[in-house]
């Protein structure tokens, strides 16, 4: 029954989030929460509403409470989803600085963790299972232990909320996203009996597609840091609940495969900022939907190439799940093999065209550096395209 109520909680979510959505923008106008354009970093050209989190908060509620099990562990998700999504409505009528909302995001994570959503061990290939433990701190009241594995998920599901945060930039992707990431974890989680992950992955993907009706470009409303903020949450939580928590050789991997497009490019604009020696916390335009942008593509043009290299790596995490390339004792099927190398091939392809040959290579192989953005050469506001410029300054990097 659980793919059942796994497909019905999908259905309510996106019905809710799709019927709920025109409420938000009433309520964005009333108290001003409107994204105005920014043309540094800005992809939209007209003030949009920005809270279209609470549309998917209140669909995600209305389905979790009617298909998921009524224990500890749902009642403190369900909390931990409240306060980031409150965290994330703040910071869109006020702006927040990064310090009170990296507090925020770690107390809402803190929630769930401490009722039993946290990785008390896992399975890493050729060295088996690992427990993290705890450690002894001295200076703590009466003596104490902190628990690796719960800080390592309250890391973790952090660092969810802020990759998917940090793609929100261009109409529909981070919904998109989500959704498709969250299709794929609903799957595995339901094939490894993990049905409460499943469920609640499934009614991410259907509030994250319902959404997606107002915020495909051109968007009508943005979903916000409230809801962005939730959904690398409720992703976060399903990785642990539906992955991690297995036994399984490949389910430390699962997620980060899933979630590949994101973290790369979290990794890629964080390695930038750091090379700059910019605030890793300041926005700016090193997003891949940024440089899609500046070499001319639409955004829907990017949403196809962003979404289908997404589409790529669920394909590889539900093949590294699904095909039996080998045994339990790790004889290897010879055409089974052959299939799950295809997709590794497919994979690899997909990342080698999309970082390197669109993004990379294009953009670094002539000029000096852009002193506003740090990038090499000079954008032409009307193809799009970088034009070479002769290294004649001390602008270089060494």
């Avoid at 995001?105 to 433990?133: E, K, M, R, Y």
Wanted: with cysteine; glycine share 10%; charged share 15%.
């Amino acid at each position: 029954m659980a793919p059942v109520e796994a497909l019905l909680a999908f259905l309510l979510a996106g019905i809710l989030a799709l019927l709920l959505v025109p409420l938000t923008d009433r309520l964005a106008r009333r108290i001003g929460a409107i994204d105005r354009p920014d043309h540094q970093r800005s992809l939209h050209a007209a003030p949009t509403p920005r809270l279209g989190g609470l549309a998917i908060f209140a669909a995600v509620l209305a389905a979790a409470s009617i298909w998921l099990p009524w224990d500890a562990e749902t009642r403190a998700i369900l909390a931990g989803a409240a306060l980031i999504t409150l965290v994330g409505m703040l910071d869109d009528v006020y702006e927040l600085g990064a310090g009170p909302k990296l507090l925020g995001q770690t107390v809402a994570v803190i929630v769930p963790v401490s009722a039993g959503v946290t990785v008390d061990s896992f399975t890493v290939p050729f060295l088996g299972q690992l427990n993290p433990g705890s450690v002894e701190l001295l200076g703590l009241p009466g003596g104490g232990a902190v628990d690796l594995g719960d800080v390592g998920t309250v890391i973790g599901i952090v660092a969810a909320i802020n990759v998917v945060n940090l793609i929100d930039g261009v109409d529909g992707l981070a919904a998109g996203v989500c959704a498709i990431a969250a299709v794929t974890l609903a799957a595995i989680a339901l094939s490894l009996d993990r049905n409460a992950a499943g469920v609640l992955a499934a009614l991410t993907a259907g509030a994250s597609l319902g959404f997606l009706r107002h915020g495909f470009p051109p968007a009508s409303t943005f979903m916000g840091d409230s809801g962005s903020n939730l959904l690398g949450y409720l992703l976060g939580v399903v990785a642990v609940q539906g992955a991690l928590k297995t036994n399984a050789v490949i389910a430390l991997f699962l997620p980060l495969i899933v979630l590949a497009v994101p973290i790369l490019d979290t990794g890629f604009v964080v390695a930038k900022r750091l090379k700059y020696k910019r605030p890793i916390y300041r926005a700016d335009r090193w997003h891949f939907h940024h440089r899609m942008a500046n070499i001319g593509f639409s955004q829907r043009r990017t949403l196809a190439y962003l979404y289908s290299w997404t589409v790529v790596m669920a394909a590889l995490a539900l093949a590294l799940r699904f095909v039996p390339y080998s045994d339990n004792h790790g004889r290897f099927d010879a055409l089974w093999t052959a299939v799950m190398a295809a997709f590794g091939l497919l994979a690899l392809a997909a990342s080698f065209y999309l970082i390197y040959v669109l993004e990379i290579l294009k953009l670094r192989r002539f000029g000096r550096v852009d002193p506003e953005t740090g990038e090499f050469g000079v954008v032409d506001s009307e193809t799009g395209e970088f034009e070479a410029i002769l290294p004649t300054d001390e602008s270089l990097p060494r």
